[in-house]
C-alpha cells in the first residue's frame, strides 16, 4: 500500500528500476545511522517503550502540558513526534499501540493540534484506522 501512496503516479515500465533505486538509499541511510543493524522487532518494542513512558507523563499529571498550563519546547517536540506518529498514511505497531492503549496522548495530540495549528484542518480519522503493519525485507 504504501508503494501505491507514494510511487502511484511513477510509469509502470520504469516503476522497478525506481523503487529498487529507493530501496538501496533508504536502507543505506537506515544502516548508517544504526537503525538497519537492530531486528525489527527490537525496534517496534523499543517504540512501544519509549510511548508507554511518554504516556506515564501524563497519566501521572494533571496539566495540560509537560510544561504545566503552558506550552514549552519539549511540547513542541512531543507534538510533533506524535503528529507524525499519528497523521500518516503509513502502517506503525507503535501508531496501533498509542491508539489502542494512550488515547491521553491522542487527545493531546489532536488539542495541541487544533489550537495552534487550526488552518490544518481537522485530522483524516481513516488514515489513522487504516494502519495495518505489513513489512518484507525486499
Known sequence: KMVQIVFGAVPAIIKPFILGMVRRHVWDAMHAQGVATHHVSDVDRREIEDWDTVATLFETSDAPFLGGEAPCPQDC????????????????????????????????ADKFRARFFPDAGPVDMRVRRESKFVLTNA
Open 77 to 108: 517536540t512531543l507534538f510533533a513526534a506524535l503528529d507524525s506518529l499519528l497523521n500518516t498514511p503509513f502502517p506503525s505497531k507503535g501508531k496501533d499501540h498509542v491508539m489502542a492503549n494512550h488515547p491521553a496522548l491522542v487527545e493531546y
